[in-house]
């Protein structure tokens, strides 16, 4: 029998603290699990971050997972740890409504292949994570969904980044130890932001999309929000098998390590909040007082030209991937997904090309200032979460970022908590290195956090 010895809850504990407690005995996977679902049922009912709980599953998992530690046959660090998925990913068994109407009665026979990998590797499932209609939108929420939407756990009012909503809400409350979501323009960074988290894209590829409700061929990258960059670094390390060592490479020191600090242009954007800002640079100060070699460097072209070219990319890639639904039932859509959708069906298609020929020069130039060096710091969002519902706010939050300029050029990229505003709202920078070498980012993102108190601050629901 395990006896659980800390003093705080045990979701209130990182995935890697859970880790550790599992290894030394001091908790088993049964606890763990029956402590996230017990938060669930005690918080749920306010953030809304769950749309399918897998409880009996998640029960059984965890109680396969303390025999085999029992018995010594250890899978991989993740084993008994509680997670949660974003409900566009297929998990055999449980409804895939991606938050749609259209897609009630949908349950899959297959795992996406994330999912399968985590699952093989011992980690237990909670259930599906809210996600806005088909994980896409227009940028704002309009609450005409089967599904209540995701409430910001650091103030219930607030927007929790979209579309990954349910995600970012899970980890910041603690109703998963970790979650995985995906992105096309910024919907792991942008919850992650709005919520306080670690979250981190790879280069299309690295990690698969097989099982993942398509939104945009060409643009979308699954990611994990996790609350601790070591959180990411062990789940990168099991999903990326054979594993990259990241748990190990982020203790090393950021000495001499060459940082460029991209300020913009931000185009049409305009400025970030001030709170935004002042966080921002002294974040920077704090890497320069360890070692680091900043130096000043622009982006080669306005980040809102960025965005431009994703607004023609993305929404008729979704078009074209929906057009059969969007026919034929758009009037079981909400407002978001079927305002994007018709919009990207006028995308004529010479624009369509020439978006594409020009987002291949923009990732080039891009790449050409990555290269320079080990890793550059931006921004993430320009703004603080906005208030839910309000859509001028919410739309300038999901557009208004420094996010889209790496969709395109396919970086890997973090985003993390640079700390918190006066309305004790996250505020938020992104990380980005040079392709294949997401372990610069993680590590710089790694001596930050060690170098700040920002992950003893939990939100007071």
């Given at each position: 029998m395990h006896e659980a010895n800390t003093s705080k809850p045990l979701w209130v504990q990182s995935a890697s603290a859970s880790i550790r407690m599992l290894q030394e005995g001091r908790v088993s996977a049964r606890q763990l699990t029956e402590a996230y679902l017990a938060r669930i049922a005690e918080i749920d009912g306010r953030i809304h971050s769950f749309h399918h709980l897998a409880e009996a599953r998640a029960l059984s998992a965890a109680d396969a997972a303390d025999r085999e530690i029992a018995a010594g046959r250890w899978r991989s660090p993740l084993q008994g740890i509680p997670f949660g998925v974003k409900d566009n990913y297929d998990v055999a068994g449980l409804p895939a409504t991606a938050g749609s109407r259209l897609r009630s009665g949908n349950v899959p026979t297959r795992d996406a292949r994330l999912v399968a990998d985590l699952e093989a590797a011992g980690a237990v499932l909670l259930g599906k994570l809210a996600t806005w209609e088909y994980g896409t939108g227009n940028g704002g929420e309009y609450f005409d969904l089967?599904?209540?939407s995701a409430r910001n756990p650091w103030d219930t009012s607030r927007f929790t980044g979209g579309s990954s909503t349910g995600a970012g809400a899970s980890v910041a409350a603690g109703t998963a130890a970790f979650a995985l979501g995906s992105d096309t323009t910024g919907s792991v960074r942008l919850p992650a932001a709005a919520c306080g988290l670690v979250g981190v894209i790879l280069p299309q590829g690295r990690l698969s999309g097989h099982g993942i409700l398509p939104n945009c061929y060409s643009l979308d990258v699954p990611g994990p929000l996790t609350w601790t960059v070591e959180d990411a670094a062990v789940v990168l390390d099991v999903l990326l098998a054979p594993a990259n060592s990241y748990r190990r490479s982020i203790t090393r020191p950021i000495a001499g390590l060459r940082i460029g600090v991209v300020r913009g242009p931000l185009g049409r954007f305009g400025a970030p909040d001030a709170s935004v800002e002042q966080a921002f640079e002294e974040a920077v100060r704090i890497l320069e007082r360890q070692g680091a070699r900043i130096?000043?460097?622009?982006?080669?072209?306005?980040?809102?030209?960025?965005?431009?070219?994703?607004?023609?990319i993305g929404p008729s890639?979704?078009?074209?991937?929906?057009?059969?639904?969007?026919?034929?039932?758009?009037?079981?859509?909400?407002?978001?997904?079927r305002d994007k959708l018709l919009a990207g069906s006028l995308v004529r298609a010479v624009?369509?090309?020439?978006?594409?020929?020009?987002?291949?020069?923009m990732a080039d130039a891009i790449d050409d200032l990555v290269r320079g060096y080990d890793a550059i710091i931006t921004y993430g969002p320009l703004h603080v979460a906005p208030r839910l519902g309000v859509e001028p706010e919410m739309t300038a939050f999901t557009v208004e970022t420094v996010l889209t300029p790496f969709n395109l050029s396919q970086h890997?990229?973090?985003?993390?908590?640079?700390?918190?505003?006066?309305?004790?709202?996250?505020?938020?920078?992104?990380?980005?290195?040079?392709?294949?070498?997401?372990?610069?980012?993680?590590?710089?993102?790694?001596a930050y956090e060690r170098a700040t108190p920002w992950r003893t601050i939990r939100p007071a629901l």
């Open positions: 089967p599904f209540p130096d000043d460097a622009r982006l080669p072209m306005p980040v809102s030209d960025c965005f431009d070219v994703t607004r023609l890639e979704s078009a074209a991937i929906h057009e059969a639904e969007l026919r034929e039932r758009s009037h079981e859509m909400g407002f978001a997904l624009d369509y090309i020439h978006a594409q020929r020009q987002r291949r020069l890997p990229a973090v985003v993390q908590c640079t700390g918190y505003s006066a309305e004790r709202l996250p505020l938020s920078w992104q990380i980005v290195a040079n392709r294949h070498d997401e372990a610069t980012a993680l590590c710089v993102a790694a």
